[in-house]
């Protein structure tokens, strides 16, 4: 249903910042699939589809706007279902290469971002380069996709968890190359 | 999608500390464990540990890989091929594994059905947790008798 819902209405990102906006109360308290309850009826109301009053009284207060992509039909369901391609074209070569050391970095941005914020300030080593992609803290912003370069980057388990990580362990994010930067 | 493959050097295991990333399209929906706070956070921090709760005990030779699944690429992990299933055709190799192997928190079982892990009383604490997520109360059991496999 929820994905049924964001057809043409909104994207994975602007989905996952919306569980995200719950209140941590709420969040904390909720089961995995409330969550999504709770983010759908969020966004439901953000985007106009829905208003409070009808949430509350589980009842039509008169016809909504109509979808961004039309009503919504069975036969779209496989497509709606189906796993989008996230690989962008982008101008310009990457910053960083394979086997270069780099830093997470030490940001908390207020909005959507996918740097956990474990390895922020950390330094690991780009591993792989897989392509520019869609930049999910620029979607949520409302400024586009603004394809950025992704890298894979390891990191040491005693470089993320000090005397306290276990021997032998590492750790890798991928990173869009906003969230790095040259280590000297 | 990328595999990764395990080897006697390294041992792979995914997880996804941002939300619940998974390859769903690939394996159908995650284990209500593999969502958990408590699965996000510690694999990343204390992967051995997390690994040996789910049966799976690693020498301390054999590095362990943490994939943390922050963007729209998902792994997969291609587990080692057991002992004694030379000249074995994929899809009878393919009996011998289950979800757990492809997320990296089991072993595929042995040929003949032996164990595919040492303990399967290890994993009470991950079923406890999540009571309708049967594979992970006998994972071994599960990979034999697990008749209709997803694609």
């Known amino acids: 249903m929820s994905t049924a819902m964001s057809a043409?209405?909104?994207?994975?990102?602007?989905?996952?910042?919306?569980?995200?906006?719950?209140?941590?109360?709420?969040y904390l308290s909720s089961s995995y699939y409330e969550r999504w309850l709770r983010r759908l009826e969020l966004m439901l109301i953000e985007h106009g589809l829905v208003v409070q009053d009808e949430l509350t009284s589980g009842r039509s207060a008169g016809a909504g706007r109509d979808l961004t992509r039309g009503t919504f039909t069975y036969a779209r369901v496989p497509t709606v279902l189906q796993r989008g391609s996230f690989?962008?074209?982008?101008?310009?070569?990457?910053?960083?290469q394979q086997g270069q050391r780099v830093r997470a970095r030490n940001n908390h941005p207020p909005s959507h971002t996918r740097l956990p914020r474990y390895v922020r300030?950390?330094?690991?080593?780009?591993?792989?380069?897989?392509g520019a992609n869609a930049f999910p803290d620029s979607i949520v912003s409302g400024k586009g996709e603004d394809p950025q370069w992704l890298y894979t980057v390891r990191f040491d388990g005693r470089e993320l968890w000090g005397d306290d990580a276990e021997p032998g362990t590492t750790v890798s994010i991928d990173a869009f190359e906003p969230y790095l930067e040259a280590v000297p | 999608l990328i595999a990764v493959e395990n080897t006697p050097e390294v041992h792979n295991v995914v997880v996804c500390t941002l939300c619940s990333c998974y390859p769903w399209d690939v394996l159908g929906l995650p284990p209500v464990w593999y969502k958990s706070d408590a699965y996000r956070s510690r694999t990343v921090k204390q992967p051995r540990t997390v690994l040996a709760e789910f049966g799976v005990h690693l020498?301390?030779?054999?590095?362990?890989?943490?994939w943390d699944s922050t963007a729209e690429t998902r792994y997969l992990v291609l587990p080692m091929r057991p002992v004694g299933t030379d000249g074995w055709d994929e899809a009878r190799l393919a009996t011998l594994v289950d979800r757990n192997c492809m997320i990296g928190v089991g072993l595929p079982a042995g040929p003949g059905g032996a164990d595919c892990w040492t303990a399967s009383t290890t994993s009470a604490a991950w079923t406890a947790s999540a009571p309708s997520s049967p594979s992970t109360t006998n994972p071994c059991s599960t990979s034999r008798g697990r008749a209709g496999r997803s694609p």
Do not use: C, K, S, Y
């Open chain 1, 8 to 26: 043409g209405e909104w994207n994975i990102d602007m989905g996952r910042h919306g569980i995200e906006r719950l209140p941590p109360v709420v």
């Open chain 1, 87 to 96: 690989t962008r074209e982008r101008q310009g070569p990457p910053l960083f």
């Open chain 1, 121 to 130: 300030g950390h330094t690991g080593v780009v591993e792989r380069l897989h």
């Open chain 2, 59 to 66: 020498e301390p030779t054999v590095a362990v890989r943490v």
